[in-house]
C-alpha cells in the first residue's frame, strides 16, 4: 500500500454533515493546535546523525527538496519569524535542527528541520552522503512519529523525492504518519494548484496532500491540527 492511502477519507466521513457543536468542538482543536505549535523553542543541532540525542517524545521530521520551504514552514507554523533558517539561499539548512513543543519542562513533540537534497551545485559526493543520513534518520530514529514532505508544485515530485518515499513506505504500513505540502502555492493561480493538488494525490497514492503557502499562511490551521493529533493520538478535544 502507498503511504498516503492510509490518509484516504472514507466516503462516510465526507458526507457527514458537522452539526454547529461539531464545528465549535472542530475551532477549539484547532485553535488548542496552533498555540501549541506558537511554544516551539530551539531544542538542539546536529551535523551527523549519530551526534542527535535520543528523545522520547514524538519526532516529526520536515523533508523535501533544497528550497522547497522546509524551514520557512516551520517558522509560519510555530510563527516565530527565524526559528528555523530560511534563506533564498538553496542548501541553507546544513544540519538537523530540533525544536521543542509543549509547554516549558514539558516537551511533548519534537519538529526536525532537515537538510534539503537535489540542491544542483552541491558535489555528488555530498549529495550521496547526504541521502545516506537522510535514509539513515528514516529507517532508524526511533522517536520519528512524522514526515511531512514538502514540494513545490511547480517543480512537482522529483526523483529524489520518489526515492525518499520508497525508503519511509514500508514504514508507513507499520503506522509512521505522512502528509505531502504543495508549497508556494501563493505562486499558482486557482486552476493550477487545482491541478497541481489532484497531480499530488495521484503521485503520493491518492491521500494526504494539502496545499501551503507560507505567505498567504494557507494550510496553517489543517497542517497545525494534522501535527497535533499525530502526536497527541489521546488527547482529541481541547
Ligand atoms: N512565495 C513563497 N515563497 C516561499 C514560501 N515558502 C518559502 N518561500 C521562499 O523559498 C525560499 C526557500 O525557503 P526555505 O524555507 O529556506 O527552504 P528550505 O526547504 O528550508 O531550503 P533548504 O534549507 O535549502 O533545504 C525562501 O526564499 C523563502 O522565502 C511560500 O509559501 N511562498
Ligand atoms: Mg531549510
Request: hydrophobic content about 40%.
Amino acid at each position: 500500500m502507498h503511504p498516503c492511502t492510509l490518509g484516504v477519507r472514507t466516503k462516510k466521513n465526507h458526507m457527514a454533515t458537522p452539526s454547529p457543536a461539531d464545528d465549535a468542538a472542530h475551532t477549539d482543536r484547532v485553535k488548542q493546535a496552533v498555540g501549541w505549535l506558537h511554544t516551539a523553542r530551539f531544542l538542539t543541532t546536529a551535523a551527523q546523525l549519530h551526534h542527535l540525542p535520543a528523545y522520547q517524545q514524538p519526532e516529526i521530521a520536515f523533508v523535501g527538496r533544497s528550497n522547497a520551504g522546509k524551514s520557512t514552514c516551520i517558522n509560519v507554523l510555530t510563527q516565530q519569524r527565524q526559528l528555523a533558517y530560511a534563506s533564498k539561499t538553496p542548501g541553507r539548512t546544513q544540519h538537523i535542527n530540533l525544536f521543542a513543543l509543549g509547554r516549558q519542562n514539558q516537551t511533548d513533540a519534537v519538529l526536525a528541520d532537515l537538510p534539503g537534497y537535489g540542491y544542483a551545485a552541491v558535489p555528488k559526493a555530498d549529495k550521496v552522503r547526504w541521502q545516506r543520513v537522510m535514509a539513515n534518520y528514516l529507517m532508524t530514529r526511533d522517536n520519528l512519529k512524522g514526515v511531512v514532505l514538502l514540494c513545490d508544485p511547480r517543480l512537482g515530485v522529483t526523483e529524489l523525492d520518489e526515492i525518499l518515499l520508497e525508503v519511509i513506505r514500508p514504514k508507513v504500513e507499520e503506522g509512521l504518519k505522512f502528509m505531502m505540502l504543495l508549497t508556494k502555492s501563493d505562486k499558482l493561480n486557482r486552476t493550477e494548484a487545482d491541478k497541481a493538488l489532484s497531480i499530488a494525490k495521484l503521485q503520493s497514492g491518492g491521500g494526504q496532500a494539502h496545499l501551503f503557502s507560507a505567505l498567504k499562511k494557507k494550510g496553517v490551521e489543517e497542517v497545525s491540527l494534522k501535527l497535533w493529533d499525530w502526536t497527541h493520538p489521546d488527547t482529541p478535544a481541547a
